[in-house]
């Protein structure tokens, strides 16, 4: 019987699949303000989607379909339209942008300490092999953009996802969010929570849609502009897993 590492960190055990003596902790996925006080935190939940996991990357670094699969939390009119910025690194795909004057999305304007409209930022983090950190900034209209001095009434939350995949068809799919408000109120963790959970429901049944209808295509798929930060993260993706295969050949 063979014997893994494992590491206990951030609520979940983390498992070393891999040589034992390349096991190191360090290189566990970073979570900013874990164990901050001033900063809240919700301990989200789980759900196994029925999908290959890289479908679930592919939504996770995917601006566009917030519009149309969220549209009564997560959207906002700017997200069908405001351009992305991508960037490729050793760790994974970043796709980012601030959308300026805008209206707040409904998910988030009950939590925001200012009222009328604001920019935006949207930061998608996909890190390999399977995990996710996405970034939501909103400020006072006016008061955004990259380098400018935090407002204030700034309200950022910073969500994590993490997926193990179960076979080629399946995937366990956890999260939880980390926010700049409210530490140690169980009744807004509790309705990030609930409003977090119908939101990434929403996105099961989708993605269970887009497993079975790749499975059973009968033209090639086309893929767009949108489609580039997670085309890049699957094609680095297959690069560490071929070349992982080599050095074990």
Known sequence: MRAYPVESRYGLPWI??????????ATIFHVEHWGDTAWGLNHGDAMEVACNYLYITDNLLDPSHVTWVHPTSFAGAACENTPME???????????????????????AAFL?????????????????????????????????????????VFIMDSYDLMTPIDANS??????????????????SQRFADSVRAAFEEDRVILGAVHKGMANKRTPNIDLRIDNGPLRFR???????????????
């Open 171 to 188: 995937t366990k799919y956890y999260w939880f969010q980390t926010r700049n408000f409210a530490p140690g109120d169980a009744q807004v």
């Open 16 to 25: 070393w699949m891999g040589a034992t003596d390349k096991a190191d902790p």
């Open 113 to 153: 300490k200012f009222a009328g409209r604001c920019d935006r930022k949207q930061q998608y983090e996909g890190r390999f092999p399977s995990h996710a950190a996405i970034k939501a900034i909103f400020t006072p209209a006016g008061s955004g953009g990259d380098g400018a001095a935090p407002h204030p009434d």
């Open 86 to 108: 991508t960037t490729v690194t050793d760790n994974g795909v970043t796709i980012s942008r601030w959308m300026n004057d805008v209206e707040a999305a409904p998910f988030y």
């Open 235 to 249: 094609r680095r993706m297959a690069q560490l897993i071929e070349a992982e295969q080599q050095v074990q050949a």
